[in-house]
């Protein structure tokens, strides 16, 4: 189950402040230059721009897969940016989940126990995680691929199960980056419409970014990042 913040009632995941500096061949790259955001429990959110505008940058702040120059990332109230790595990782595993452009399944496992292996890394039962882990692949479509090695399923199915391992723990929130940039239109649009309707089953935040505006407008807010900071998309 998520955690909660009864005293505080605080969104699932925000930042405050963010600043991300980069050093390039002896030069200050400044990537985002001070970024705030909320983020409320199952809203869905796009966030759009041009390449190298920040956008992956901003979903590895939020994820804790980076740790900004200046602010801060809080996530389900308490401070994220300022934990120790091994308790950003536990928390991470607990209450984020990830889906990329790329789906990075590990090749030597089936779908079954890549979907699973989230829990796996926690050390939980492994009947259960893998019984969690069926029940996910059936909901997404993929009941009869369970045993099947990433190599033996089609793009967008790999990116199917990418979404069942990311929702397997039941997050607070989901960051997709550019989750159909490599699928041919048909199967991209199958995912986009999975991860919409997993985020009103489960009423998990959904954040996106994505290059797609047409997709970006189907979601609750657009926001556009733009010279390091972000502000509500015109159309």
């Given at each position: 189950?998520?955690?909660?913040?009864?005293?505080?009632?605080?969104?699932?995941?925000?930042?405050?402040?963010?600043?991300?500096?980069?050093?390039?061949?002896?030069?200050?790259?400044?990537?985002?230059?001070?970024?705030?955001?909320?983020?409320?429990?199952?809203?869905?959110?796009?966030v759009?721009?041009?390449?190298?505008?920040?956008?992956?940058?901003?979903?590895?702040?939020?994820?804790?897969?980076?740790?900004?120059?200046?602010?801060?990332?809080?996530?389900?109230?308490?401070?994220?940016?300022?934990?120790?790595?091994?308790?950003?990782?536990?928390?991470?595993?607990?209450?984020?989940?990830?889906?990329?452009q790329?789906?990075?399944?590990?090749?030597?496992?089936?779908?079954?126990?890549?979907?699973?292996?989230?829990?796996?890394?926690?050390?939980?039962?492994?009947?259960?995680?893998?019984?969690?882990?069926?029940?996910?692949?059936?909901?997404?479509?993929?009941?009869?691929?369970?045993m099947?090695r990433?190599?033996?399923?089609?793009?967008?199915?790999?990116?199917?199960?990418?979404?069942a391992?990311?929702?397997?723990?039941?997050?607070s929130?989901?960051?997709?980056?550019?989750?159909?940039?490599?699928?041919?239109?048909?199967s991209?649009?199958?995912?986009?419409?999975?991860?919409?309707?997993?985020?009103?089953?489960?009423?998990?935040?959904?954040?996106?970014?994505?290059?797609?505006?047409?997709?970006?407008?189907?979601?609750?807010?657009?926001?556009?990042?733009?010279?390091?900071?972000?502000?509500?998309?015109?159309?």
């Amino acid at each position: 189950m998520n955690e909660t913040n009864s005293a505080t009632h605080a969104p699932p995941l925000s930042c405050h402040g963010l600043v991300r500096h980069f050093r390039e061949q002896g030069r200050v790259l400044e990537v985002l230059r001070g970024v705030d955001l909320e983020i409320a429990a199952g809203e869905r959110l796009a966030v759009v721009g041009a390449s190298g505008s920040g956008k992956t940058t901003l979903l590895q702040l939020l994820g804790g897969l980076d740790t900004p120059t200046r602010g801060w990332v809080q996530l389900n109230g308490r401070n994220f940016s300022a934990m120790r790595p091994a308790e950003r990782g536990s928390r991470r595993n607990r209450h984020i989940g990830f889906v990329y452009q790329f789906h990075h399944l590990l090749p030597e496992f089936s779908a079954e126990e890549n979907v699973a292996m989230p829990l796996l890394i926690r050390r939980s039962d492994t009947t259960e995680a893998l019984a969690n882990a069926r029940a996910l692949l059936e909901q997404v479509g993929l009941g009869e691929r369970l045993m099947h090695r990433p190599a033996k399923l089609s793009g967008g199915e790999r990116q199917r199960v990418a979404v069942a391992r990311a929702l397997i723990t039941r997050p607070s929130v989901v960051l997709a980056d550019e989750p159909t940039g490599n699928l041919d239109p048909e199967s991209g649009e199958q995912v986009f419409e999975l991860l919409l309707k997993l985020n009103r089953d489960t009423g998990t935040a959904l954040v996106v970014v994505t290059h797609d505006f047409k997709r970006a407008r189907r979601m609750d807010r657009v926001l556009a990042l733009r010279d390091g900071r972000l502000a509500e998309a015109g159309n």
